[in-house]
């Protein structure tokens, strides 16, 4: 039996949270029927989007270099890290210099998703969809809607690769939605005014 504890033990040895403002995970505190999901934009060594999802009490995270797209022809690679705890989900800020992680953070989307691997006779969870690389949700946040799917792929490089693409729904498009979205979803800041500690 895997315990929350022991899904976040790389989250935790990764940061001194004497140092860093990220969570320290602990208490949680009420969150929605629904599972969360929420995506940072995260300007470290390299800008890049942070695709995470509520999974057996923890967020699942990828780093999507590129961010989503809302075309269905357009696969944006995804590469999975460590698992964050659920509070990460509301935080913003600055990670100090020498960190890891260094860099501002910013909440580019938020809101809940349900899963789409549902039968009329039966369900694949979204945590063995984690498991064995094959998830496909539907996303209610305040920028992206609609249906995702999120699968591994065999890959040359060394490390795990996966795939973000939206599905062929009524919410697909041309959209790049990463190009007209600039500032936060819980503060209408941007990257620049986070990094300079507006409030
Ligand atoms: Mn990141």
């Known amino acids: 039996m895997v315990t929350k504890t022991d899904l976040l033990e790389e989250y935790r040895q990764k940061r001194d949270f004497k140092r860093t403002p990220e969570p320290k995970p602990g208490k949680q505190a009420a969150k929605p029927e629904e599972p969360i999901f929420v995506i940072h934009k995260h300007d470290a060594s390299k800008l890049h989007y942070d695709f995470r999802i509520e999974v057996e009490g923890v967020l699942k995270s990828w780093v999507i270099p590129r961010g989503p797209s809302m075309n269905p022809r357009v696969k944006r690679l995804a ?36 899963n789409l691997k549902v039968y009329h006779d039966h369900e694949q969870p979204v945590s063995e969809g984690a498991r064995v690389g094959d ?33 062929r729904d009524s919410e697909a498009s041309d959209d ?24």
């Open 135 to 167: 998830i496909n949700i539907w996303l209610n946040g305040r920028k992206l809607k609609g249906g995702f799917a999120l699968v591994h792929i065999k890959s040359r490089t060394p490390g795990e690769a996966w795939l973000l693409v939206k599905m």
């Open 79 to 114: 590469i999975p890290v460590e698992d964050h705890p659920l509070e990460y989900a509301g935080f913003e800020g600055m990670i100090p210099e020498g960190e890891y992680g260094a860099g501002s953070v910013m909440v580019w989307d938020a809101g809940t998703y349900r």
């Open 176 to 199: 790049e939605p990463v190009m007209r979205h600039a500032r936060s979803v819980l503060t209408g800041r941007t990257l620049s005014e986070i990094r300079e500690g507006k409030k």
